[in-house]
Structure formats: structure tokens, C-alpha cells
């Protein structure tokens, strides 16, 4: 039998011996000694030195010899050759000195693990023992680490300090150093935290603590932020370069809280050059810079939105006073009334103002939440105010009337109308009477259609679409109605003519054009029972023979004063053709059985009432075409008045509209308005009390007050009479045991 030879035993001190060599050639190598690197025999022969020293049976088996001389093989080199050379240097060169020899310490580290394998792989392992690794680097850690650590971190944040300053610095040896405080705790960061970083952030909050208490007394507002920001970018920089990725956070925080949260006051507020003045100077740079340091702090926006939220209010304010002062300057001095309404130039001057200051939101402050608010808010404040004693409602809906109608103050292409009634919709939005323009609106929109004085029937389509889709269905529905009826009108007409060519002896030998409109679509028309003329009594009575062969079970009410008509006047110089509202006409065919007609006359013939006596008659003898001579000749009409043909009345133009003087139909709007709103809140609160069944006075009132805001903001006065009377009515009782609770009845 062959047996394999026997292998001698490695005496202790021989086998360290011959280790103790190879670290020493170890270290030559490293300091760059001329020496040659280790070859696999040189390498293999310490492998298997330890290796048998560790395999042998005890009391032969080294291993925790060698483990422990491990240790000290590196705290000795460390004691007699790092240390000292560490102490020899300061400042950037000691930095420069232990980032070498730390690299050098962790190239012998990997080394000796090689030679010390099978110890590491096995013995290590075992026993549950730090790992060579671990304990090659606690020996720096503890020997020279611990010992240097403040110092090396005060000469780092000196370095960083001066590169704050302006100063050029190593970056690449600051990273290497910093990293030894994140490697020496094997990634756990905890030095790295402990032993440098709070210490920096204390240094950083120092030194910007001190900047910006210079810079805010030596600064402008924009130049002072221009710095700030400047500097968080710095910082920001610094992290990518050298830092380590935890710091950002914290650094950016201790910076921005020096540099602006401390001083948010002070810069927001600063002397000619804060937001305040920003805004008016139109800075929009600085302020989407402003926007972008306050918004990273705590509630920082709110200060901000605030000061631009007053200062939109302040511009709103001053169109409003300009739009007054202009107003007032048109007064007529004799009879004190505004001789033209300032609405469109106040609606556009608001419409340009959203525009400017909807760029600032969008573009400055990125469409941010807190500065939609505001700028909401603040044109909710002078959006509801009135100019001369019109309502912002009855603004926006003449300037919408000026952009619809033909011959309008606005002339516009259908691109541009298009895109004013877009802005003019978003403004509404800010209304607290939305219904008040509804109605005005309404009124307007009548006129243009019955009197054919609308540019495109397709924009008034548009403006209801737009409006349907801000305010809902229920916002337009009758104005849809309205323009149906127009649409279905023209059929009738169409209709009607036929109808008179099929049966001449109905003809009436006059132009008659008639709209039929339905009641509940058209605002209320004033109307009075006037004695015709007999010539328009058979215009009246062939339309209604045709309507009823045709709808048998409606009903026709005649509004005469929304008529016009063609009347031509054989006056001495030549004939004239007069366009005249029906009263007017059916005024002057009078004369033509009588030359000269009392007051008193023409008010029992025609059955007027004196109030549109007087207006009829001021405008055919008193205005600015005389067709009636007046005695006694004044500008009064009296009910003593006589009035003839002016046969000697002349005028270039060959067609004439006599304008009627306009009934002021405000205080008739805003009460149909006040009356819709009743039924409104009568219908709340019971829609409200007929799902609750039980519900308390408060509760009650909030409610209904949500459900109407979209239209109008209800008065609380006006919802507890309207619970009166629902009361009342037995619609709702009182809770006999509270008061203050209310029951619905079914």
C-alpha cells in the first residue's frame, strides 16, 4: 500500500517569519518602492503557509494566532509609519495624506485577505469573528480615524466654505476624503453623519445666516433673491460633486431656511423693490423666481398670493374709478344723466386685466392652486360692484350685445368674437348674480333677433354653447327656445305668404312680416290694447285667420310695441319713407284724415297712455325730425298741445328711422329677476326638506345657499321668508319640541 508522504508541522514562529516577509514586501510595494510584485509562487507559498498553520491538529492550529497577529501586523505599520507621516502635515496636505493612505491601507487590507484566505473563509466564519475586512479597517478607524476626524472635517468645511466665497478648490480630493467617511463605516453612513455632516449643516446655517443678514440690508429684493437661488443651486452642485446624496435634502433646508424662510417678511415687504413692486413694475421674472423660493418653504405662496391678490384688487378698483370718473365727465349738464355708458370700455379694460393677470398665474406662478384662488378672489371684488348704477351683470351684457350686434361698437373679425366671448364667459364665472346677466342678456339678445340686428346667427350659437358649458343646461335653455323660435319663424313666414297667394281676397295689399314667439322663452314685453288704424286692424286679422287654419289651439297675443313699420310722408319737397315703431305709425296715419289733431284727441283715438303719449309725440314733433308741427313750439309736450302735418318737412336722405326714446327697463328686469329668484329658493328648500324629511334652521339655509350659489347668492334674509311662507302654506312645520328644527309635509 502507497501512503502519502507526511507533512511536516509549521513551527509558529517559522511560519510568521515567513509572513512577516511578505508583509514587508507588501509595504515596499505600496510605498512604490523599485521592488518586483509578488509572482504566483511567492503568492501560493503564503497561501499555503497559512493554510497548514491553520489545518494543523492542536496544540499546532494558529488560528487565532494568526488572526490576532493579523491585527497587529496593521496597527504596527499603522503606529510607525501612517501616523507619523500624518503628523507631519496639516491642512490640505493632510488631507491629501490620509485620503493616500487610506487607499494604500485598503489595497494592503485586500492583499493580506488574499494570503489569509483560508482563515477568512473558514476560521472567521466559524467562530462568528469580525471578518478580515472588518478587522484590517477598524485598525484604521481606531488608530487614525478616530484621532483625526474633527480635524480633517474642519479643514473640509473650511474648503467649502472658501469655494463659497468664490475661491477655486481641489473637488475631486474633498470627495475622496468625504468618502472615507461613508466607506469607514461600511456604508452605514453613520460616521459620515456623526462625525462630519452635522457639523456642516451647524457651519452652513452660520454662514448663510450671515449672508443674508448683509445681503438683505445691501440688496434689492430681486437682486437678493437672484442671489439666494444662486446659492441653492451652488449647494445643490456641491451634492452632485462631492457630497454625498443624504446631505441634499438637509443642506438645501438649512440654506433655504436662512436665506428665505427667515426672511420671507423682509423680502416680500422689502422698500421699492418688493412684491408689491414687482407686480406694478410688471417683473416677471422676478416674480416667477419669487414664486419658485416661496414655494419650497412652509406656506410660503399664501404671503405672496396675498400681496398679488390685493394687488390685482387695487387694479380692478382703479378701472372701476376710472370708468366712473369717465362716466361722470359725460354727463349731460342740464338734465345730469350719462349721455353714453362706459361698459365697454370698462369690460374690456376688466377682459385685458384677466388676460395680464392669468399670464402672470400660468407663466410666473405655474397655474399653482393658491394664485387661481387668488386671482379669483380678487376679481370676485370688483367684478360685483356697480359703475354709474349699472351692475357688473348689465356691463357684460351690453358688452356682449356691442360684440353681437350689427352695427355694434365692436368690429370684430369671427375669429376675434369668438375669442371675446370666450373671455367674457370666464369672467361671469366671478358674478355673484349670474341670473341678473341671464336676464339682461336675455333682453338684449330679443332685440337682435326681432329686430334682425344680429351679425351671425352661428356666434350667438357659440355664446350659449359657451355658457351652457360653464354654467349648465338651465342657464341657456330659454335662450335656445329664443333662437328656435327665430329659426321656426321664418318657416311660418314662408308659410303665411303662401298662404295669402292662395287666397287673394285675404291679401291685405301691405308687406306684413310676423314672428311668432313663445311665452316662456322671451322675456315679458310691456303691452297695451291700441286702436289700430284700419289699415293694420286687417294685416292683424288675415295673420290670425291664417294662424288658426294652421294652430288651432293656440293662442295669440299681440305685442305691437316690439313692431316697426314702413310709412312714406308726401310732404311738399319730395316723399320720404319713415322706418317707425307700430305706435309711431299708427300715430301719424291719424293725419291722414285730419290736419291738425288735439292731444286730447290722439290719446282718445289711439287709447294711449299719457306716459307713451308723451313719447310718441316728442318724438315725431320735438326731436330731431320735426314731422309734426307742435303749438305752442316748445320741447315740452302738455296735454293743452295741437299738433299738425309738417308739410314742409325736408331731409336728404330719401329713408329715416325715428329712433323712440328708450324705456328704461332696468328696475323691470331686476324685479322679474327678484321674482324668479322666490320660486328659486321656494323650490331649494323644498327639494332640500323633501329628502331630509327633519333638518335643522342652519343647516337648512347652508344648504340652499350651495345649491343656488351657482346662480345667485341668495339673501339669508329672504330664505327665512321664504320658510315663512312655505309654513304658511303647509309645505313645512316646526318641530314642536325645537323651533329651530323644521318638518317637510308631504
Not at 162 to 185: F, M, T, W
Not at 318 to 339: I, W
Request: hydrophobic share 35%; net charge negative.
Amino acid at each position: 500500500m502507497n501512503m502519502s508522504p507526511r507533512i511536516p508541522v509549521v513551527d509558529l514562529e517559522d511560519g510568521w517569519r515567513d509572513v512577516l516577509a511578505g508583509v514587508a514586501k507588501l509595504k515596499c510595494i505600496l510605498d512604490g518602492s523599485n521592488v518586483v510584485h509578488f509572482v504566483p509562487d511567492e503568492y501560493m507559498h503564503l497561501y499555503t503557509t497559512v493554510y497548514n498553520m491553520c489545518t494543523q491538529k492542536p496544540p499546532n492550529d494558529y488560528s487565532q494566532v494568526l488572526y490576532d497577529r493579523y491585527k497587529q501586523a496593521l496597527d504596527d505599520h499603522i503606529e510607525s509609519v501612517v501616523l507619523p507621516s500624518l503628523n507631519e502635515k496639516h491642512g490640505v496636505f493632510l488631507l491629501r495624506e490620509i485620503v493616500q493612505r487610506w487607499e494604500k491601507h485598503k489595497l494592503m487590507v485586500r492583499w493580506l485577505r488574499r494570503f489569509f484566505d483560508y482563515l477568512d473563509r473558514y476560521y472567521v466564519t466559524r467562530r462568528s469573528l469580525d471578518s478580515l475586512k472588518d478587522l484590517g479597517w477598524s485598525s484604521f478607524r481606531d488608530l487614525v480615524f478616530d484621532k483625526l476626524k474633527s480635524t480633517v472635517a474642519t479643514i473640509m468645511i473650511g474648503m467649502i466654505d472658501d469655494e463659497r466665497e468664490g475661491n477655486l478648490i481641489d473637488r475631486p480630493l474633498l470627495k475622496n476624503a468625504l468618502d472615507i467617511y461613508v466607506e469607514i463605516g461600511d456604508s452605514q453612513l453613520n460616521y459620515y453623519s456623526d462625525d462630519f455632516e452635522q457639523s456642516f449643516l451647524n457651519g452652513t446655517t452660520d454662514y448663510y445666516s450671515k449672508k443674508a443678514q448683509t445681503w438683505i440690508l445691501e440688496n434689492s429684493c430681486p437682486e437678493y433673491m437672484l442671489k439666494a437661488e444662486e446659492c441653492l443651486q451652488k449647494e445643490k452642485d456641491r451634492v452632485a460633486n462631492y457630497l454625498h446624496s443624504t446631505t441634499e435634502p438637509k443642506l438645501f433646508a438649512a440654506a433655504l431656511f436662512e436665506l428665505i424662510d427667515r426672511r420671507a417678511e423682509e423680502i416680500l415687504n422689502k422698500e421699492n423693490s418688493g412684491c408689491k413692486v414687482l407686480l406694478c413694475d410688471e417683473k416677471t421674472e422676478d416674480l416667477a423666481r419669487m414664486f419658485r423660493l416661496f414655494s419650497r418653504i412652509t406656506d410660503g405662496l399664501l404671503p405672496v398670493s396675498k400681496i398679488f391678490k390685493e394687488h390685482v384688487i387695487a387694479e380692478g378698483m382703479s378701472l372701476l374709478k376710472h370708468a366712473t370718473d369717465a362716466a361722470n365727465s359725460r354727463k349731460d349738464e342740464k338734465k345730469g344723466v350719462v349721455v353714453g355708458l362706459p361698459e365697454q370700455d370698462f369690460v374690456r379694460s376688466v377682459i385685458e386685466l384677466h388676460d395680464k393677470y392669468m399670464a402672470y398665474v400660468t407663466n410666473c406662478f405655474q397655474s399653482n392652486s393658491v394664485f387661481h384662488k387668488a386671482l379669483k378672489e380678487a376679481f370676485e371684488v370688483f367684478c360685483n360692484k356697480d359703475v354709474v348704477g349699472c351692475s357688473s351683470a348689465e356691463l357684460f351684457a351690453a358688452y356682449c350685445d356691442s360684440i353681437l350686434k350689427r352695427g355694434g361698437s365692436e368690429k370684430l373679425s369671427d375669429e376675434a368674437i369668438d375669442e371675446s366671448l370666450e373671455k367674457v364667459v370666464k369672467l361671469l364665472t366671478y358674478l355673484s348674480d349670474k341670473d341678473l346677466f341671464v336676464e339682461f342678456h336675455r333682453k338684449k339678445l330679443g332685440r337682435r333677433l326681432l329686430f334682425d340686428k344680429n351679425t351671425n346667427d352661428e356666434h350667438e350659437r357659440i355664446l350659449l354653447s359657451k355658457l351652457k358649458q360653464f354654467f349648465g343646461g338651465q342657464f341657456t335653455s330659454k335662450m335656445e327656445g329664443m333662437l328656435k323660435d327665430i329659426t321656426l319663424a321664418k318657416e311660418h313666414q314662408s308659410s303665411f305668404e303662401e298662404y295669402v297667394s292662395n287666397n287673394p281676397e285675404s291679401n291685405p295689399l301691405i308687406d306684413l312680416n310676423v314672428t311668432v314667439l313663445t311665452t316662456g322663452y322671451w322675456p315679458t314685453y310691456k303691452n297695451s290694447d291700441i286702436n289700430l288704424p284700419l289699415e293694420m286692424v286687417k294685416c292683424v286679422e288675415v295673420f290670425k285667420e291664417y294662424y288658426r287654419s294652421d294652430k288651432q289651439h293656440r293662442k295669440l297675443t299681440w305685442i305691437f310695441s316690439l313692431g316697426n313699420c314702413v310709412v312714406i310722408g308726401n310732404f311738399d319737397a319730395k316723399p320720404v319713407e319713415f322706418v317707425l315703431n307700430t305706435y309711431q305709425a299708427a300715430l301719424l296715419l291719424l293725419f291722414n284724415e285730419a290736419d291738425k289733431l288735439s292731444y286730447s284727441d290722439i290719446v282718445s283715438q289711439l287709447k294711449l297712455s299719457d306716459d307713451d303719449a308723451v313719447r310718441l309725440l316728442h318724438s315725431l314733433s320735438c326731436a330731431k325730425y320735426e314731422i309734426l308741427n307742435k303749438e305752442p313750439s316748445n320741447r315740452v309736450i302738455s296735454p293743452e298741445d295741437e299738433f299738425e302735418f309738417n308739410s314742409k318737412f325736408t331731409d336728404r336722405m330719401r329713408r329715416i328711422k325715428v329712433p323712440l326714446p328708450q324705456i328704461d327697463e332696468k328696475k323691470k328686469v331686476v324685479d322679474d329677476v327678484n321674482k324668479d329668484r322666490r320660486f328659486a329658493i321656494d323650490a331649494s328648500l323644498v327639494r332640500i326638506m323633501k329628502s331630509r324629511k327633519v333638518l335643522g334652521h342652519q343647516q337648512l339655509v347652508a344648504e340652499c345657499v350651495e345649491q343656488l350659489s351657482r346662480m345667485f347668492k341668495p339673501d339669508i334674509k329672504i330664505i327665512k321668508r321664504r320658510i315663512e311662507d312655505l309654513i304658511s302654506r303647509e309645505y313645512l312645520e316646526r318641530d314642536s319640541e325645537n323651533a329651530q328644527t323644521y318638518k317637510y309635509l308631504a
